[in-house]
């Protein structure tokens, strides 16, 4: 069922900071080891759908690559990590960045800031043939036609098996599990009536294969 | 399915700091809001069964009373919101202690410190028949027999109703969700091979009603 991982899977993991250009623009360090939060499902808006932005917040868009995971497992040796990737998918990591400011400062949990209803856009779902190598894939997002994000998932700090690993030897992962990998440089703020577009492209040898996933 | 929480749910919604005298013993601020964080519900582990503590981790137990949702809504009023309660569960909030002062001191998310795998220890399902006042209800734990928690839900500084409202009006709630209420005084640590009781006691007028719903 991982395809269906949109209205079945149980959990969203995401990934604070994998790449150095986003750390430094929002004034972090670049970590040593991966860190991550949890999103609740109730936050996924299907492609096509609306954004809803609460009164008060503002709200920045993160572009991110998306691993679904196919099967159950804990404490996964990066070495093995791959085998439990049914899929992939597009995703926007909604933030409230006010909220997120003033709990980061506080000491207290980023769940409410990142958590809200329609706060993660996501795409269908993509099986590997479709992505060969997750680790050369652009990753682009325009606000009302201007393109705001450009990166490659070759940029990322930690790549997909250290993530997974990670995320394992502290909480077992199922099938329909998503795990957010982390957005490049170029987050900013959207408001209410913006049109958000966003694609991935494979890099193939000798040049690009352009392929939109969500519009 | 509400009974069916254990299995079926999607999410534990855990607020933080909601009995004045366990803010304090944590030198933390009394909130002037209702705040939570997010546990995977791969955190659960049934009565009896073992709570694993990851070499390194300074292990806090939590007792507390969890709320099942038995259907699904968002923005939710008080008003309403006890009819959104399907039953209820005690449950231990086990807190990974010396990583969330770390997390807390570097802004950074409390997932991890909150999320391991047998972190959320959980009684049976409890129909609201057997817990007529959420708020009248005494939660009580031991280790290796002696008493470290002895509480009423009486103390909460936000009771159901207004936590239904908060959480709602930023996630959808739905059917088979836990939300854990916050613990009273008396957290600390508790190592491997301790033996960890912990119960629950309706109060009724004029006496008290023993009920121990984990042990
Ligand atoms: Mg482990
Ligand atoms: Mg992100
Ligand atoms: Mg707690």
New binding site residues.
Partial sequence: MAHLFRTQGRKIIAIGRNFAEHAKELNNAVPTEPFFFLKPTTSYVDNGGKIEIPQGVVAHFEVELGAVIGKTG??IPASDAMSYVAGYALAIDMTARNMQDKVKKAGLPWSAAKGFDSFTPISSFLPPSEIKDPHNVRLWLKTNGKTRQDGNTKDMIFQLPRLIEHV???MTVEEGDLILTGTPSGVGPTEPGDELTAGLETVEEGGKQGRVLAE
């Fill in positions: 804990r404490d394992s030897s502290i």
